[in-house]
């Protein structure tokens, strides 16, 4: 039996770092973000995509998979405490980080070109209800919005300005 553990690669290799544990027979996830960004000369919108945490991964390891680790071109280390001793990752934090990457809670994209329309879904990102998904009711001109979140075991509308949202498909 195994646990998830925070593997080190060198820089800028964890594409090769992911491939080389792949090809050991080793599980790993590299979690990711987009990220759309508007090229400076042509204004064409390119979209990118690149490691959320720069120089790390998640390895599904067993005792026997650590010395195959030190035998790895492109793996450094393994997260430790001050002893040496690898730090386990609880399995439900790596699968929290998966369904938010399918979400697309980390991607940085473009604004939105088109408006908020009346059913729209979105998040909230910043105030005392970040994190809370809305359902839009009525769209109050160019700088609010008003929605119903659920909270308190039902459903409250709330008027929220736009740049506390994040439209979520």
Avoid at 17 to 42: K, W
Avoid at 66 to 72: A, D, I
Avoid at 104 to 124: A, Y
Wanted: net charge positive.
């Amino acid at each position: 039996m195994g646990h998830w553990y925070v593997v080190r690669t060198r820089a800028g290799k964890q594409k090769k770092a992911t491939v080389e544990l792949n090809d050991n027979g080793i599980t790993v996830y590299c979690p990711m973000m987009r990220r759309e960004t508007r090229h400076f000369q042509s204004k064409k919108w390119l979209m990118k995509e690149c490691p959320l945490f720069t120089g790390y991964l998640f390895a599904y390891l067993r005792i026997s998979d650590f010395g195959t680790l030190r035998e790895m071109r492109n793996v450094t280390s393994v997260l430790a405490d001050a002893g040496g001793t690898p730090i386990p990752v609880a399995g439900n934090i790596v699968e929290d980080i998966r369904d938010a990457q399918e979400r697309g809670d980390f991607d940085v994209l473009r604004p939105p070109v088109r408006r908020l329309r009346v059913g729209d879904t979105v998040q909230v990102k910043g105030g005392p209800l970040s994190g809370h998904y809305a359902s839009v009711t009525n769209v109050k001109g160019k700088r609010a919005i008003k929605a119903f979140v659920e909270m308190f075991g039902s459903l409250r509308e709330v008027e929220i300005g736009l740049e506390s949202i994040r439209r979520v498909a």
